[in-house]
Structures are given as structure tokens and as C-alpha cells.
């Protein structure tokens, strides 16, 4: 079956702007988490969600980062007045079940945010 | 917290050359261990795993074994060859009511001809 997919695969925006990422999981799977990969940083856990409940968000740097999951499927990433700093390839995975500690997670291909 | 540590790279082989990747992690508990690869203008792939201590993860001529007493999780392989030219990402996967993966930085493996 498909893969997770993240779109756009990137994004070039203007400092001060909003933008919005998209993430749709592998079909079926309840968690699905966001990473940030930036150059020096390496990859940082972001935000977590499992199913309906109400996600983890205690990766988010700042407020001018959110995300939601409609129904329990598609996901997105809003960053309110981009900054430089917030240039990175943001990653989404999904995983089946939250049951254990080897629950596989499957990686989007990411989307590379530029700030001017 | 969790922490995972590798080698900075660039790490550069010729090709045959046997390679080792070391990755040392901090955690409580028992948590698994994960090597993931990220090919050039591709995303995260997970190329092995072990769950518990002494288990050997390998794929693809990879392996690692999880090394309790060391808490080390290092990255082999006997021969490499162009192909194998990626970054490798070690992490830990450390059940605490969810399961979010801590990364080491990468290590970068440029191999030549």
C-alpha cells in the first residue's frame, strides 16, 4: 500500500509569513508524530498524536507552532510568522499502535521549508 | 531525558572497506534500538532494529548489536560499497505511554570508487 506522503515537498516563503504542511499517514495507522531536521540540529520530536486523544505537544518550540489531525488521518503543521530559524526539513511518520516500545515508524520524504 | 550519540562524520571509505558507525545512548528502562538510513533525496528508512539487550538487528550486510553493559549500539559492515553512500541515524524508542523516537545527529558515509 501506499506510504505516508507529505505535502508540498517544499516551501519557499518569506519571513513573517504563515505556512501550512501536510501529512497523510499510511492508512490505518492511530499515531503519527512530526520531527524537525535542521542543518547542526539533527532530528527533533515535534508533536505526537494517537488517534482522537489529545495530542502531545511538548516538542513545539515556540506557539507559533501547531498542528491538528482531522478524524484521526490527515495531519497538518502551521507555523504563524516564519522565521529564519524555523528553515528544516519537517518530517511526518505513522505508526500502527502505541502498544510497546517497538512499535515501527514509517517516515514521510519530508518538506523542505526555506525562510527568506 | 533520552539522549543518543553518535559519531561526526563525514565518514569517507573506499569501496570494500569495512565500516563501524559507533552510537552510545543514554535511557532508563529497556528501550529499543533503531539504525535509520536517509539516502540522498529520499526520506528516513529504517535499516535494522533490536529490542533487547545482546539481540543482534542486520539488513542489507548492516548489523549492530544492542550492548547493555556499553550502552552502545554500533554500526557494522564488512564490505561497503557506493551505494551505501547516505546519512545513518541511531535512535532509541523508549516506551513512557507513547513511543517517539530520540535520534543521534547522523553520520554522514561518503563512499568511493
Known amino acids: 500500500g501506499a506510504g505516508v506522503s507529505q505535502s508540498p515537498s517544499n516551501k519557499v516563503t518569506e519571513k513573517g509569513k504563515d505556512v501550512e504542511l501536510r501529512c497523510d499517514p499510511i492508512?490505518?495507522?492511530?499515531?503519527l508524530y512530526w520531527y524537525r531536521q535542521s542543518l547542526g540540529q539533527g532530528l527533533e520530536f515535534l508533536i505526537y498524536?494517537?488517534?482522537?486523544?489529545?495530542?502531545?505537544k511538548s516538542g513545539l518550540p515556540s506557539d507559533r507552532f501547531s498542528a491538528e489531525r482531522t478524524g484521526g488521518s490527515v495531519s497538518t503543521l502551521t507555523i504563524q510568522r516564519t522565521q529564519q530559524e524555523d528553515s528544516a526539513v519537517y518530517l511526518c511518520?505513522?505508526?500502527?499502535?502505541?502498544?510497546?516500545?517497538?512499535?515501527?515508524?514509517?517516515f514521510g520524504p519530508g518538506t523542505r521549508l526555506t525562510v527568506l | 531525558g533520552d539522549s543518543v550519540t553518535q559519531m561526526e562524520g563525514p565518514v569517507t571509505l573506499s569501496e570494500e572497506a569495512f565500516l563501524t558507525i559507533n552510537c552510545t545512548y543514554t535511557?532508563?528502562?529497556?528501550?529499543?534500538l533503531f539504525w535509520y538510513v536517509q539516502y540522498p533525496g529520499e526520506g528516513l528508512q529504517l535499516l535494522l532494529k533490536?529490542?533487547?539487550?545482546?539481540d543482534k538487528g542486520s539488513n542489507k550486510g548492516f548489523e549492530a548489536t544492542y550492548r547493555k553493559e556499553t550502552t552502545s549500539f554500533h554500526l557494522e559492515k564488512g564490505s561497503v560499497q557506493v551505494s551505501d553512500s547516505a546519512v545513518y541515524f541511531c535512535?532509541?524508542?523508549?516506551?513512557?505511554?507513547?513511543?517517539?523516537?530520540?535520534f543521534g545527529k547522523g553520520t554522514m558515509l561518503l563512499v568511493s570508487p
Open positions: 535511557a532508563t528502562g529497556y528501550p529499543s
Open positions: 535512535a532509541l524508542q523508549r516506551y513512557s505511554g507513547y513511543s517517539t523516537l530520540t
Open positions: 498524536f494517537q488517534g482522537n486523544s489529545a495530542p502531545d
Open positions: 492508512s490505518g495507522h492511530t499515531a
Open positions: 511518520a505513522s505508526s500502527l499502535t502505541t502498544g510497546g516500545a517497538i512499535d515501527e515508524q514509517f
Open positions: 533490536a529490542t533487547k539487550a545482546d
